[in-house]
T-cell receptor, first 113, second 111 residues
């Protein structure tokens, strides 16, 4: 089975500063990795995904993430955040042959003006 | 436009009542999922279905039931056996687990 750990439940950051949201996973098989964003009272929207190939993945809204197999991590980064980035962010993992996604507990990003 | 539609957006239930949450997709996805979201607990899987007329329990299936009579539809019934049903419910669909697409959610409140 797979599992995901998001170490930071809340991350406050000033506008235009860089941010990193951490995600570590555990799995005994090859994985797919995802980051989703959720705005209040809405569903989840895919930010980016790693299926194979380049370990640096670029997504929407200027976000990117790097797959590090040796450290079993998939941290999300943005060089300069905006007020509109305030939301909850979820990391998710699935086995490449699996039928289910496993989600972390989420990180609430608050951008301070 | 293709997507997933959940209805209603807000739902109120009296103690002891069963309620059914609707989820419809027109993405032609085989797999559909129901998640429950509570503050600080992330998403927990209730049920999932990989194919019509087949579904499996997730981590917190007790007090819930589902059906999958059509590829497009995967309704969730919250029964009176679910002791703490107040939560935000999310439906999703995917082509296997390569990427999940989510509906806008239903907020259920017990009154």
């Amino acid at each position: 089975a797979q599992s995901v750990t998001q170490l930071d439940s809340q991350v406050p950051v000033f506008e235009e500063a860089p941010v990193e949201l951490r995600c570590n996973y555990s799995s005994s098989v090859s994985v797919y990795l995802f980051w989703y964003v959720q705005y209040p009272n809405q569903g989840l929207q895919l930010l980016l995904k790693y299926l194979s190939g380049s370990t640096l993945v670029k997504g929407i809204n200027g976000f990117e993430a790097e797959f590090n197999k040796s450290q079993t991590s998939f941290h999300l980064r943005k060089p300069s955040v905006h007020i509109s980035d305030t939301a909850e962010y979820f990391c998710a993992v699935s086995g490449t042959g699996a039928n289910n996604l496993f989600f972390g507990t989420g990180t609430r990003l608050t951008v301070i003006p | 436009d293709g997507g997933i539609t959940q209805s209603p957006k807000y739902l109120f239930r009296k103690e002891g009542q069963n309620v059914t949450l609707s989820c419809e997709q027109n993405l032609n996805h085989d797999a559909m999922y129901w998640y429950r979201q509570d503050p600080g607990q992330g998403l927990r899987l209730i049920y999932y279905s990989q194919i019509v007329n087949d579904f499996q329990k997730g981590d917190i299936a007790e007090g819930y039931s589902v059906s999958r009579e059509k590829k497009e539809s995967f309704p969730l019934t919250v029964t009176s056996a679910q002791k703490n049903p107040t939560a935000f419910y999310l439906c999703a669909s995917s082509i296997r687990a390569a990427e999940a697409f989510f509906g806008q959610g239903t907020r259920l409140t017990v009154v």
